[in-house]
């Protein structure tokens, strides 16, 4: 992407509505604008973030088992009536009327709307377990929406539903979605702890909010420090193996870990003083076992084994991609600006032409540009007319990984400057060598 043909409306100045630091470098990186109260557009560079985050989470659903669907954000208020849901939910739900005067209402969740899919068509235990998932904006009509899109009134989540015979394949399913959530954060660049949290409108006996640790964070939180360094599930992790994910979720929870609505204060005293974490953070994954409470009301059963019918226990399991986007950047910032792990960079790669119309420079950005598209890299080349010092001031704001330096001096010896974002550690190298650091 050439930085003169893109769309990338930054901000010399600091926003004013801006409280937190992640809200205030996406609205300076030009990721963000906002269009109504807690409701944005996501620019092109905020996009590509969300993309990548998107594809992270979708991946780790898959290898979970869980099946990828897409149901609207527009839904019947029957369905809500069935469950009893359309009066609890409250002043939330945005409730529209459709030109015949049939209330709709825009999703806040869809507990629902997927039962009432599974309904329609499963009817034997034979076609479980089954997990349905999508990734799809919801809206919540929030008090205090607010620090951009970490609190929105539309969102995007994901959201996972599944569906199980009995209360113990359930918890296998929890534990399923427990173990991809911890990969999926991981591979994020954070560091999530899963604590017992309250359930809620979602409702249910069993539930777990992910917790990144986080000062600017809205949920005060309680946990053994010990979580910070422990070992996330690798790759192969067998989904299959009941056993084995049951001891990835004890390992898990087997030290304390609440949010403030489950805190139990004298079981936090248990914990050795200088083990007691009391912390901020922001809540990215929620995930609840609430076993019949929608599959009863709105009749979804199936034929078990022994002839009978059973009404399905069931979960669902919620992350927040929208709200990600700004949890990451408060975990990895610095003065300059956004600092991304490699996983979710907007770009890979950003190559600067610090004298742009100066034939070499020119010719060795082009060259570099090429050789890294073609290598299937993501690359930003600024090929703009600014000051090299606004350049590099761009650059370090919108926090890619790895920047390319191409000016006058360095080219004439065939010469380009690496810099490393996160550490600024700089290196003179041949033009070769810093396309085959990528191609290699
Ligand atoms: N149906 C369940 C799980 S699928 C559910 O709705 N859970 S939730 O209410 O906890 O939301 C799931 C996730 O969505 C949260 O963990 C959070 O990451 C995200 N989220 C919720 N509300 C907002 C909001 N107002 N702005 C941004 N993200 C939100």
């Known amino acids: 992407m050439r930085l003169s043909r893109y769309f990338m409306p930054i901000l010399k100045e600091n926003p004013k509505e801006a409280e ?45 088992g869980a099946i990828e669907l897409s149901m609207p954000t527009l839904q019947s208020a029957e369905l809500w009536q069935e469950s009893g849901r359309y009066d609890a939910y409250g002043k939330e739900m945005l409730r529209i009327k459709d030109r015949q005067d049939r209330p709709m209402l825009y999703g806040p969740t869809n507990e629902e709307m997927v039962t009432d899919i599974f309904r329609s068509s499963v009817k034997s235990y034979k076609d479980l377990p089954l997990n349905l998932y999508h990734i799809q904006l919801k809206f919540r009509d929030e008090i205090r929406p607010r620090f951009g899109t970490m609190r929105s009134r539309e969102f995007m989540m994901k959201d996972a539903y599944s569906f199980d015979l009995t209360r113990e394949a359930a918890e296998h399913s929890y534990n399923k979605m427990f173990a991809a959530y911890l990969r999926t954060f991981d591979r994020l660049g954070l560091r999530a702890i899963p604590m017992r949290a309250d359930t809620g409108p979602i409702g249910g006996k069993l539930s777990h909010e992910f917790i990144i640790l986080a000062d600017t964070g809205e949920s005060e939180v309680f946990c053994h420090k010990d979580f910070v360094d422990f070992d996330i599930p690798g790759e192969h992790t067998d989904f299959d193996s009941v056993e084995g994910l049951q001891a990835i979720f004890d390992k898990w929870t087997s030290l304390y870990a609440a949010t403030s609505e489950m805190h139990d204060e004298a079981a936090f005293n248990a914990v050795p003083e200088g083990d007691r974490l009391s912390a901020r ?96 890299k993501d690359v930003l080349y600024d090929d ?48 070769e060598a810093a396309i085959n650091r990528f191609v290699a």
């Open 281 to 376: 953070g922001i809540e990215v994954g929620h995930i609840f076992y609430f076993g019949t409470k929608y599959s009863d009301p709105m009749g979804a059963k199936v034929q078990g084994p022994d002839g009978k019918e059973h009404f399905v226990h069931m979960g669902s399991y919620g992350i927040g991609p929208t709200r990600l986007v700004p949890a990451i950047i408060e975990a990895s910032h610095d003065d300059n600006g956004i600092i991304w792990p490699a996983s979710v960079a907007p770009f890979d790669v950003v190559v600067i032409n610090m004298k742009a119309g100066d034939q070499a420079c020119d010719d060795t950005c082009e060259l570099i540009y090429a050789a890294l598209s073609k290598a299937g």
């Open 384 to 431: 703009t007319d600014d000051r090299a010092g606004t350049k590099f001031a761009t650059a370090d704001l919108i926090g890619v990984p790895v920047q390319i330096i191409a000016g006058p001096r360095a080219v004439a010896n065939g010469e380009v400057e690496v810099k490393d974002r996160k550490t600024g550690a700089r290196e003179t190298m041949t033009i």
């Open 20 to 64: 937190i630091v992640s809200h205030r470098l996406m609205l300076r990186a030009g990721m963000i604008r906002q269009q109504s109260q807690g409701i944005y557009s996501w620019l092109p560079l905020g996009k590509r973030v969300l993309d990548k985050v998107n594809a992270i989470i979708r991946d780790e659903q898959n290898r979970a």
